[in-house]
């Protein structure tokens, strides 16, 4: 993140982004999934709607963390799916510099900034083939902003209960993996690409070796832009469609895990041939 850019101008730039790459569609609502918005309100998907030009379409905010973005993309397609809204700009945009504590050296190393962004509506094939997402309010402790347990005085920043959140990040990314396939009819030995929120390569190798999916079917990008929350799914959607990783009908299978406890994820079909280069 550069100086002076915020969720909204990273979320502005992701959407047009997104937007040209669907061959700039009419958008009948944005949502926008944020751990770090710009101000308590107005919200940043205002923000970005009044960068965009888009006024006169809802728009508004979600909070669920690392999860934020799928369950953005969830709320949009079961929106679709009743005829609420026809097609849908969602994006996962993050600040998250901005919320570490950098005296904390086991939570400031891993956040980073950035933004992503995908257009959803009907598609003549592809797309969702399944969805899940839930939330367990008791583990809340385990990742929160906030001072330090031990120090309540202390200035707040990013906490997290490292072990915990490990053992429950993997059991719940590998279990919502498994029910996706399962939803879809398809074997785990069919995903093409699996594409997880960028937590950590530990977590991501840990779940690969739980689904037994080798390393090489599975995208991370994190060790170059961190764990950018809400922002890490469309981030590494954006850049393997940009190198030319993803192929028209390729099986994909995206999951996040983040604080709350919140968990989700969705099976796919890819429906864009790679761009030119």
């Not at 730039?13 to 944020?34: F, K, M, V």
């Not at 839930?134 to 990013?158: E, K, M, R, T, V």
């Not at 991501?204 to 079917?217: I, N, P, Q, S, Y």
């Not at 954006?238 to 989700?264: E, H, K, M, P, Q």
């Amino acid at each position: 993140m550069g100086s002076g850019e915020t969720a909204s101008t990273m979320g502005a730039e992701a959407a047009r982004a997104a937007l040209e790459r669907a061959g700039n569609p009419s958008i009948d609502a944005i949502l926008l999934a944020t751990a770090s918005p710009d101000t308590l309100f107005p919200s940043t998907a205002c923000l970005v709607q009044r960068r965009l030009d888009l006024g006169g379409v809802p728009a508004f905010d979600l909070a669920a963390a690392c999860s934020g973005f799928i369950y953005a993309l969830v709320l949009a397609e079961a929106m679709n799916g009743t005829g609420r809204i026809g097609t849908a700009l969602v994006i996962g945009s993050e600040a998250m510099t901005r919320l570490v504590d950098y005296g904390d050296r086991s939570t400031c190393v891993l956040f980073g900034d950035g933004a992503g962004a995908v257009v959803l509506g009907a598609a003549a094939e592809g797309g969702m083939r399944a969805a899940r997402w839930g939330a367990d309010g008791s583990q809340s402790d385990l990742i929160y902003f906030g001072p330090p347990a031990d120090d309540l005085d202390a200035d707040p920043g990013i906490r997290m209960a490292g072990k915990g959140t490990f053992r429950l990040a993997v059991e719940r990314l590998t279990e919502t993996a498994q029910g996706l396939c399962a939803d879809a009819g398809w074997a785990v030995e069919d995903v093409d690409h699996v594409i997880p929120h960028q937590a950590n390569l530990r977590i991501v190798e840990a779940t690969a070796k739980r689904l037994g999916v080798g390393m090489d079917r599975v995208f991370f990008n994190g060790d170059r832009f961190g764990n950018t929350s809400s922002a890490s799914i469309p981030l590494a959607l954006a850049d393997a469609d940009r190198t030319g990783r993803l192929r028209r009908g390729d099986r994909i299978v995206s999951v996040a895990f983040g604080s709350g406890a919140t968990w989700g994820g969705v099976a796919l079909e890819w429906s864009l041939e790679p761009p030119p280069r």
